[in-house]
């Protein structure tokens, strides 16, 4: 079998002419997915701590982790206060602990 490939036309399309006159067009497929990115933390709006520095259960866009909110929240206090120099804070914990909530609130939070 023998195919004519003509040029692509006007509007994009490849068209092809099969033997007995049937004609057919390939056209560009769009993809389905979602082109807007949303980020996995945009809930989180800060540590979720009172005026005295204990944890809610429940705040900010954060659930559980009161201890280690808790202590985020006392270097935040640190380094606003001049007390605690540095550029960086080392997070570790097990995949899924919550270390990049944590710093998202420590983030949002802070003005340094």
Not at 15 to 31: D, H, L, N
Not at 35 to 62: N, W, Y
């Amino acid at each position: 079998m023998n195919f004519e490939i003509l040029n692509p036309t006007s509007n994009g399309f490849l068209t092809f002419f099969k033997p007995y006159g049937i004609r057919s067009q390939i056209e560009e497929v769009k993809s389905t997915t979602k082109t807007s990115r949303v980020s996995a933390h945009t809930h989180i709006k800060g540590l979720g701590l009172d005026e005295l520095g204990f944890a809610t259960p429940v705040g900010a866009g954060l659930v559980g982790q009161e201890k280690a909110r808790e202590a985020c929240g006392v270097v935040v206090d640190l380094v606003q206060s001049r007390k605690m120099a540095g550029r960086a804070l080392l997070l570790a914990g097990a995949p899924g602990s919550g270390k990049t909530a944590l710093a998202l609130g420590i983030a949002q939070v802070s003005n340094f």
